[in-house]
């Protein structure tokens, strides 16, 4: 940024610019009075400090902004301010929450906990090799269900649909779906399953029929909003070449989205992949390894975190470890994932400027 | 295309798969017994079902603790080979026939195999010890008594330092729970005059006061507030605080020997089989730590497939015999059964067929 | 739109020409689209019908009978679960939307571009976090952070209506459910938000800014309208998480029956999501049915919110310069 170093007249091309070192001198003005007040007001409260810190920065830097910059670009600093602020408010939840899990989950994030199930095991020791089968198994099918479902509904609405009566109902229910609590998708998934197989449907797949009904309208909704984005320039031009629609959007259309996609499915798998109480209901719960999706109880990971939690011995800390390495470990799977998802769409996503 | 995404995820599958030298612990060939119910027993079934596939090679018992209800439900469904409940099945729910899982004219069985004292757990700076009369305690929870320093208080702890104007948390279960139907109910039993609701599962949404999910809940609540009480299985009580309840004038303290007794003062419901153990509490008697939790496993009389029949009668024989109980006591903290019950226990667990 | 037909019509006789692959590919890809579209309308279909075959023998039952085996009269017993469902999810969001936008644009249009995307995932990684840890941190952390806090606002500031009561000794409160309920739609409205405000036509901010104006001026005029309505949608999504959130509450709020605006006392209204959580486990005979009722009752205030958005949205679309 070049700085003028004065405030040109009226009439000049260019008005008065703030100083450079107003910025920072404001923000380090602004942490001192804000700390001093919290320790005068609150008896230091760190939060205090930082709230009303950033207040009087806010005030501080508006005058300044009004008296030499003029309205605009007060406004303009103001919006960039409160913009950077909203980012940073965001990073305090994610900052608490990713210390809880790292300092509390580290204790028990050894090779053990990796390699073995809990069955057979009381008090410490034991681990969530089940677990983590379970939910790659449970997730897995729920994603194997809910994509192909999801993008290919989207694609209608985006592609086929018209806004015509079916996709505005599509539409419609699809955003009422996004609202089913999870309980009520677990209880169905159970009925349905022992509608099928008979009672007590309690196994791995009957838990990603339940996830499935909470997991499709996420990727619906998502992917949509992606798919009509793209520019109908590429689609005409896609035309004018005289390829076919479907291969338009197959090469086209969705490869121009892909990372939009991916990141939508991603946030779908980490919309359910942490889901307890459905997979209570139909997927059960087990100690024990179990590899057949099929037939028999099958825990997830944060089934396995709720128990862990809800249902400790006498001595809690064993469990209580356990429960934070379980939920850590869920954590760096979405984030894995995640990490996939972008190479995956960055490796397909065609070339463009951005 | 679409196909990457799902690509990735079967991927992730297959590694999955590859990394899984074993099919399933336990081996397909293995026997599975499915129980299914009380959360509270959670802890006890974990050690009773790691004792008992240790000296059962093959076999893999799956206790989900969904809670009495689903548990109940489940096993009149036939989708557990037993339930855990925190009440015996009432007289309606009874009847041969109505069990899926059982003989068409076997009636099911209610067994006592888990009793665990309630405690009530407080978290008042500077206050170590606190007993309360059961007026002063059912005061307390319905709302009635406000603030620490109240002169109810101040009689029943004449050497406490209670702390001036610090207002009460009461803090009790937002779910429906057998814990919160047995301390209702020892309230309204000892207490008749101040808790004048009948004992439930959900507690009264009349009285307020501070509401936490499952034991673990009320125990986080407690231990992080300020000012608090509230009632949990004395085993989760941790580091908290535990109140003694004043009967005929003794403070009892909520312990394993003072909760278990309850049993031998208490008679079975009548009308039953007399393998059947339902009991209907009795919380007056002199000496007993009132406000005890009895947990059950229902089970068939007679199964329909004979070699569930065996399964579970060594399962839960084991459960209740001298040796589970003892494990349970050290890894759940419940008191043990007396006995004379684990006799009666047995002699109705060797009828089943 | 003439242009648009006009290639469209000439794609048009090319494809008679071979009329087999491509005719053929079209169908069976527009078949598939259509039919997996009706498949989720089928899954909805089958749900509602589930919620109502259970729901409807509570929905149906003599008062008398619910007080005596279920929780009681059914609307009488349901409305404070409603009014917290609603309640809570308009916290969540008055709290979560701003916050979302702003980091949505901080990473779109403020961020250097070499840091955009770290930033993002850094946001993403919130929806990475289970709701039962999420619970737990709340309960365990949040809660009482903000315990002090909310006792110095009721003492402050406890003339106003919202913040009165006799403040929650745990902090548990529906605010502080609230402010977790936020954090867990955050990342949900961020993500897409980010993304719609990333496809914004490059060349209109362009203009914006070649004709002098700020840099906020320019998200103003070329960016927020066109992203609208992507907002709405992300806006939409977060709602029906924060409305069908259950665990995160359920382990977080202190819930009762009461219906009250008050934000910081140990008495609210617990949602409906939690509350049926919290009881279908030790729920048998009547009390199922009612909480299914219960879901249902959810189910229709989703429809209802639903409709209510989108009436909102075709309304503004019409008087709306953009596109």
Redesign the interface.
Known sequence: MTTVSQALAPGELTSGRLPAFVLPTTIVGAAVVGYALAVLLAGGNLAVAVIVGYVLFLVVMEIAARVVEGARQASDHRARHLIVGAFALALVPLASVAWEAVSKGAARFDPLFFSVSMRNVIGAGGGALHAIYGTLWVTGFATLISVPIGLMTAIYLAEYGNRGRLAASITFFVDVMTGIPSIVAGLFAYALMTLIVGPGAKFGFSGSVALSVLMIPVVVRSCEELLRLVPNELREASYALGVPKWRTIVRVVIPTAISGIVSGVILAIARVIGETAPLLIAAGFAASINNDPFSGPMTTLPVFVYDQYAHPGIDVQPYWDRAWAGALTLILIVMLLNLAGRLIARRFAPKIGR | ??I???A???L??AV??AF?G?????G?AGK?L?G?GA?SQ??AQ??W???F??ANQGV?V?????????G???FT????DFAGS?RPLKDEEMGAGKF?GCAADSNALNLPVYISPIAVVFNVDGVTALQFSPDTLAKIFAGQIKSWDDPAIAKDNPDAKLPAGL???A?HR?????TTNNFTDTLNKLAPSVWTEAAS??FP?AF??????????VI??VT?????IGYADA??A?SLGKASILVGGKPLQPTPEAAASILEHSKTVTGRAANDLAFSLDRTSEGVYPAVLVSYAIVCQTYKDASRASLVKSYVGYIASADGQS?AA????SAPLPASIQEKVKAAVDSIK | MSQQSMIRADAEPASHHHPDPKRVGDRVFSGLATGSGVLILVILALVAAFLLIQGTPALLADPAKLTAQGYGPFAEWVAPYVFGTLWAAALALFLAVPVSIGIALFISHYAPRRLAQPLGYVIDLLAAVPSVVFGLWGAAVLAPAVQPMWAWLNANLGFIPLFGGQASGTGRTILTAAIVLATMVLPIITSLCREVFLQAPKLHEEAALALGATHWEMIKMAVLPFARPGIIAAVMLGLGRALGETMAVAMVLSGGRQISFQLLTSENPNTIAATIAQNFPEAFGLKVNQLIAAGLVLFVITLAVNTIARWIVARRAQYSGAN
């Not at chain 2, 074993?22 to 336990?26: I, K, Q, V």
């Not at chain 2, 050290?330 to 903290?333: E, L, Q």
């Open positions: 295309m679409n990457k995404p799902i990735s995820v079967a992730i599958s999955a798969l899984s074993c099919a399933s612990e336990g397909a599975t499915t299914s959360s959670a802890a974990a050690a079902t790691a004792a596939q240790t893999t799956n206790y989900s603790a969904e809670g009495s209800g689903a109940r439900s489940a469904a036939g989708a557990a925190d899926a207002a009460i948390t803090v937002s779910d429906d729970s057998g599962d959900t949404a307020g006061g501070e509401a936490a999910d499952k034991t673990a809940g986080n609540a992080n507030g300020k000012g608090t085993s989760a941790g494990a050290k890894a759940a903290g």
